[in-house]
């Protein structure tokens, strides 16, 4: 797995922290494992997916909601250890 530069700086884990390895519990079928490596990226990606599929376009407003949560989850993370 390629190491996250922001991790290694820091020592906090990012947003996505977790994602590749997700990538892989998914590809091997294990979706609960997958789900527990990153759960707002298990759940957000798909949503942000389809969305962008069925709007074909993300508003600048609807790009700094997603920011927000995107920084709300990595503080999340980091406080809670989760």
């Known amino acids: 797995m390629l190491p996250c530069p922001f991790h290694i700086i820091t020592g906090l ?40 599929l069925w709007k074909r376009e993300i508003s600048s407003r609807a790009a700094f909601v997603i920011l927000c949560i995107c920084i709300a989850w990595g503080i999340a993370r980091n406080i809670f250890h989760l």
């Open 13 to 52: 884990c990012c947003p996505l922290c977790g994602g590749q390895r997700m990538a892989v519990a998914l590809l091997h079928g294990h979706v609960t494992e997958a789900f527990w490596l990153n759960p707002a990226l298990f759940v957000g990606a798909p949503l942000v997916g389809l969305w962008w």
